[in-house]
């Protein structure tokens, strides 16, 4: 009897593995049935074998199929068992993004009844809810806006400096150096706290932040399952951060906003516009300046609605911080790195750091903001080393490209921002570190570190602003040269960000 139930179960499994292999290979068709190109998908993992085992990065990924195919204008490509649509096409890029944008506003499949507020934010946000609450914020980062931010911002690259006035005619790893500096200015100018990052470096305020986007394959499995299958990563309770993540930082948010609340505390930055936000419905706006046009986004009908509740505060600040984070600090590395690699572009960068600070007096918005070639430094750094390896959206309704290729409701696509910000048809010597490209208009479709469209990221000058900061104190006061022991920066095999693998050392003297 029991070698039969045995029998009997045995052949169950069996059945159920071959089942399940058969539906795999079925699911790696997806895109050679449509006619698509695409690098052959190994079963369960498709196209993240290399990801996977660590021989590569997300970026180099893309760029692998990004490259394989160059007289295509678009791919095919499997995250695990999930097809994908890779777009090689600028002028597809510029569809899907902008002109088209109506059917792809989400960038992932919306579910319903998400329990985790941390992803209550505009990163994953869909529809009209995305709508909503991306014009309610949009006054948050407007000119008048970022100038009161400055005064946070400016104490904590004063407490930076303190910290490298300790390690002059040292060896500095500028990668935790910025990483400090760059989660200082999240907590004060985000969430409202001073953590004091720079002066305990293994905060908790620190140590959680650092977690975020460092995850094993199973994590990035349910990454996937989430940008797919929401609703039923939902039901199963799955979520991008770890429960002690969503615990940590849901409990200083909230403390932070009843402290504000009850003793009526006010204070130039993110939380107390959100908690403008939640009272008057609206935050106030002192400036109309054109430059603010590009927060504008589709109107909505008048009668669409939607509750400010304390979890869109939490998940709108703790946004600032997965956004932020890693993205700032990677960004401010790579152009330490670029810069002393070619000391006559240092300083050309630091003297228009010096011609501003003559003009406007100091170190301020005013003189930031008129720092043009620093701009294209930080530009250019951005486009060999984007934040992001691409960005995704998914199809909302029927779209047929001009190619005659359909897509349908929930067919999702990649833009891979690190492959057309390095394809040599639309920028010379495209591995070269060249600021001065710059001065020419860029071919539509094939800059987008920060996205473009309606969906670009609303912390966009904010970020340019924190990170032309932090480089003209460091310029001003430092000669920075690259250590001997430091080799080329490589990206980080974990995660979905392009950050270094390994410390970057410099050598700091003070001028």
């Not at 998908?41 to 290399?50: A, C, E, R, S």
């Not at 980062?141 to 100038?147: A, E, H, I, M, V």
């Not at 080393?385 to 409701?409: D, I, M, Q, W």
Request: glycine share 4%; charged share 20%; net charge positive.
């Amino acid at each position: 009897m029991f070698q039969n139930v045995l029998l009997l179960f045995t052949l169950f499994i069996g059945s159920l593995i071959f089942a399940l292999i058969k539906w795999a290979q079925e699911r790696n068709k997806y895109w050679s049935k449509r006619n698509i190109n695409c690098l052959k998908p190994k079963l369960f993992v498709g196209n993240l074998y290399d990801v996977l085992l660590g021989r590569k990065n997300m970026s180099e990924a893309h760029q692998e199929v990004f490259n394989a195919f160059p007289k295509d204008d678009v791919v095919g490509f499997y995250d695990f068992i999930f097809p994908r649509l890779l777009i090689r096409d600028p002028k597809l890029v510029e569809q899907v993004m902008k002109n088209d944008f109506s059917y792809f506003v989400d960038r992932a499949a919306p579910a319903k009844h998400v329990k985790d507020p941390l992803s209550l934010n505009l990163f994953s946000m869909c529809g009209n809810q995305w709508r909503f609450f991306r014009q309610k914020l949009s006054p948050a980062f407007t000119t008048g806006k970022l100038r009161y931010m400055f005064d946070p911002l400016a104490q904590c690259g004063n407490n930076m400096m303190s910290l490298l006035e300790s390690n002059v005619g040292k060896e500095v790893d500028m990668k935790e150096v910025t990483e400090l500096f760059a989660m200082d200015v999240i907590g004060s100018c985000a969430f409202g706290i001073d953590p004091g990052v720079i002066q305990n470096p293994n905060s908790s305020f620190r140590k959680m932040g650092k977690t975020i986007f460092e995850f094993s394959a199973l994590q990035q499995f349910r990454f996937a399952v989430l940008s797919i299958l929401p609703n039923l990563a939902v039901k199963l309770n799955f979520s991008f951060f770890k429960s002690e993540v969503v615990k940590y930082y849901c409990d200083i948010i909230l403390n932070t906003l009843e402290y504000r609340k009850k003793h009526a505390i006010e204070r130039n930055d993110f939380i107390q516009m959100m908690l403008q936000l939640q009272s008057k419905g609206k935050i106030d706006s002192q400036t109309n300046d054109p430059a603010d046009d590009y927060l504008k986004t589709d109107k909505l009908l008048d009668t669409v609605e939607f509750q400010i509740s304390d979890e869109i505060l939490i998940g709108s600040a703790f946004g600032f911080l997965s956004a932020a984070f890693h993205t700032t600090s990677s960004a401010l590395t790579y152009a330490l790195y670029e810069l002393t690699k070619k000391p006559e572009i240092l300083e050309k960068t630091r003297q228009d750091i010096k011609q501003q600070i003559a003009i406007h007096g100091d170190i301020n918005y005013d003189s930031l903001k008129s720092m043009t070639y620093l701009d294209k430094v930080l530009k250019e750094t951005l486009r060999l080393h984007p934040g992001a390896p691409s960005t995704l959206r998914v199809c909302t309704k029927e779209y047929k490209f001009p190619n005659g290729l359909t897509l349908l409701p929930g067919d999702s696509i990649i833009i891979p921002i690190y492959a057309l910000q390095r394809d040599p048809n639309y920028f010379s010597n495209p591995l070269s570190f060249n600021p001065d490209r710059f001065d020419e208009p860029l071919v539509p479709g094939t800059y987008i570190p920060f996205g473009d469209g309606p969906r670009i990221c609303i912390g966009m000058r904010f970020a340019m602003l924190e990170m032309k900061f932090a480089l003209s104190k460091l310029l001003l006061n430092y000669n920075i040269q690259l250590s001997k022991s430091t080799e080329t920066p490589r990206m980080s095999p974990r995660g979905f960000l392009n950050i270094p693998l390994n410390g970057v050392k410099f050598l700091i003297t003070k001028i």
